[in-house]
Nanobody, 121 residues
Framework: QVRLVESGGGLVQPGGSLRLSCAASGSIRNIDAMGWYRQAPGKERELVTTITSGGSTNYADSVKGRFTISRDNAKNTVYLQMNSLKPEDTAVYYC???????????????WGQGTQVTVSS
C-alpha cells in the first residue's frame, strides 16, 4: 500500500501564496505521474496540475502562470507552489499519485486525504 500525507494548506489573503506538499510512503517501487486536484463546495473535483516522472507538466487554464508543480523523486514528494491566490482558488486540494509496488504490476492511483485552502480577506 501507498500512503500520501499532505501539508501546507491554510487561510491566506487574496494575492498571497501557499506551498502544498504531499509525501508518499509505503510499498513503492516506482512513482509515475503525480498531480493535484481540488474540489470546491458544491462542485466536482477538478484537475489542477500534473507532472510526469520525466518532469513534463500540465496545468488547468485557471492556474497557469500562478501555480507551479514540482517533485523530488528522492523524497517521493510532490509540491504545489501557489502564488497570486484568488478567492476562487478556495477548495480542498488533493494530491494524486500513480505508483507501483513492483515492476511486474501496473501503476495504481492513490489519493491524499485533502488539505483545505481558503483565500479570503
Amino acid at each position: 500500500q501507498v500512503r500520501l500525507v499532505e501539508s501546507g494548506g491554510g487561510l491566506v489573503q487574496p494575492g498571497g501564496s501557499l506551498r502544498l506538499s504531499c509525501a508518499a510512503s509505503g510499498s513503492i517501487r516506482n512513482i509515475d505521474a503525480m498531480g493535484w486536484y481540488r474540489q470546491a463546495p458544491g462542485k466536482e473535483r477538478e484537475l489542477v496540475t500534473t507532472i510526469t516522472s520525466g518532469g513534463s507538466t500540465n496545468y488547468a487554464d485557471s492556474v497557469k502562470g500562478r501555480f507551479t508543480i514540482s517533485r523530488d523523486n528522492a523524497k517521493n514528494t510532490v509540491y504545489l507552489q501557489m502564488n497570486s491566490l484568488k478567492p476562487e482558488d478556495t477548495a480542498v486540494y488533493y494530491c494524486n499519485v500513480f505508483a507501483r509496488s513492483s515492476w511486474s504490476r501496473p501503476p495504481l492511483a492513490f489519493w491524499g486525504q485533502g488539505t483545505q485552502v481558503t483565500v479570503s480577506s
